[in-house]
């Protein structure tokens, strides 16, 4: 496995001026931005790394520098940076230095074009005398492919910290992950917020976001809502430690509970989400969610828990209640295709993703579709509706079934700004830090 721990810069002058910097390289850090590329260095505390690349831009240069100095300081094994091109944020020749508020007046039409249908922005621009045209989302994607592919071959098996921009580091997960170039703005990425990928090899292999957007080393607990959100906010949390999780038992729709580990982990996401404010909750009807879910509504005792059965459990049917070993005796072969093609399991006597898919899926629109404007809905459900519903934001089938990891009390962040018609936006992904273990996911990785 290769794990590449993604970084976008600190604050910079232009991030607090509102300017759109693009690829121009006049905006420097601020105080703020230096603070918190440090802290991004103590939270990284523990990781050995194997290399750092970075954006040559100023803005990304200095918060590369400032992390690879402060791990120095703790390691003995010094990590130069290395500035690569392919790290450059996107190109808006046309835009770059200009206040937000002057391109919404100036660039109307393009504006709109740029918000609600990026992949297909187009400037007209002129290189050698000539005027072509240029797609700025698009030309970063290749951009963003090519560093991947180049990436996994110097580094198989190692771990590899990436520094740069928003545009750019959205453009990485999306290539990764397989996400459409027109979900370009459902991807959040904040000041020194952190990213944790897994490859299981290249790009055509499994790949696996572990978390997204961590923000509570900079003392953001998950992003605050964007300018003019007006839509839900849901927070999307999985079940505590099972005992059969922790032992690699499937269980499925076993009404299994919480042990005692699972118990703690949801007493740890209750004070993690103490001060924020719940309007609604909804769990899945099975027991470990809804145990979950109320001692998390211990901090909320105004709020009724809803339950739905459309959240419930992937069926395992047959596998329900086995391990690994006994599983592959009595269905040689079925295990290694659900590794590797879930897409195409049957579970003997029980359901198939595209059960799921379609019941996790009806089930997330009715809690989306009854969030009111401005308010936050916690849902607790498990690891596979969980990841269907995480591969429905975009648009993504079961054969992307394992490329969003679920942590046992893990907490996930989505906003639909537009209301619940509108695009969904990604904030943050299977937050786990609330059990002390900075940015890796150290739960349970045991059977659904």
Not at 101 to 110: G, L, P
Not at 274 to 302: F, G, N, W, Y
Not at 351 to 379: C, F, G, K, M, S
């Amino acid at each position: 496995m290769t794990r590449v721990i993604l970084v976008r810069h600190g604050q910079s002058t232009y991030n607090i001026e509102h300017r759109i910097q693009g690829r121009l390289d006049h905006s420097t850090l601020t105080e703020v931005g230096q603070t918190t590329a440090r802290q991004v260095a103590t939270v990284l505390d523990g990781i050995s790394f194997d290399a750092i690349y970075s954006s040559p831009l100023q803005r990304a240069r200095q918060t590369a520098e400032t992390i690879a100095a402060e791990l120095a300081k703790r390691d003995s094994k010094a990590i130069p940076v290395q500035f690569v091109e392919n790290l450059r944020e996107i190109d808006l020749p046309l835009w770059e230095g200009m206040l937000r508020d002057e391109v919404q007046t100036q660039f109307a039409e393009d504006y709109r074009c740029w918000k609600q249908r990026p992949h297909e922005l187009k400037m007209l621009v002129e290189t050698d005398g000539e005027t072509r045209e240029h797609f700025p989302v698009l030309a970063l994607r290749e951009q963003a492919k090519a560093f991947w592919e180049d990436l996994l071959n110097r580094h198989q098996n190692g771990t590899v910290l990436v520094v740069a921009h928003n545009g750019i580091n959205r453009c990485l997960l999306s290539i990764a992950l397989g996400i459409d170039a027109s979900a370009y703005h459902s991807i959040q990425q904040s000041n020194c917020g952190v990213s944790v990928l897994n490859f299981a090899g290249g790009l055509n292999d499994t790949v696996q976001l572990e978390s997204m957007n961590l923000t509570h080393h900079v003392g953001d607990k998950f992003p605050n809502p964007r300018p003019g959100h007006r839509g839900p906010r849901l927070l999307l949390v999985r079940h505590g430690e099972t005992e059969w999780n922790r032992n690699g038992q499937f269980q499925g729709q076993i009404d299994v509970p919480l042990n005692e580990n699972g118990k703690a982990q949801a007493q740890k996401a209750a004070d993690f989400l103490k001060e924020v404010e719940i309007d609604a909750a909804v769990s899945s009807s099975m027991l470990r969610p809804k145990e979950t879910a109320e001692i998390i509504l211990q901090h909320h005792p105004q709020i009724e828990l809803k339950l739905h059965d459309g959240l419930r459990e992937i069926s395992h049917g047959l596998w329900e209640g086995k391990f690994e070993a006994e599983i592959e005796q009595e269905f040689p072969g079925m295990l290694t295709q659900w590794q590797q093609s879930p897409e195409t399991v049957q579970m003997p006597e029980g359901e198939n993703l595209q059960d799921v898919w379609r019941r996790a899926i009806a089930a997330w629109r009715q809690v989306v579709e009854a969030a009111e404007p401005n308010t936050t809905t916690l849902v607790v459900g498990h690891d596979a509706i969980n990841k269907a519903i995480l591969c429905h934001l975009f648009g993504l089938g079961p054969e992307h079934f394992w490329n969003f990891k679920q942590g046992n009390g893990a907490i996930t962040v989505i906003d639909y700004p537009k209301g619940a018609d509108g695009p969904p936006v990604l904030e943050a992904s299977n937050i786990t830090s609330h059990f002390g273990s900075g940015v890796l996911d150290k739960t349970a990785a045991g059977a659904l």
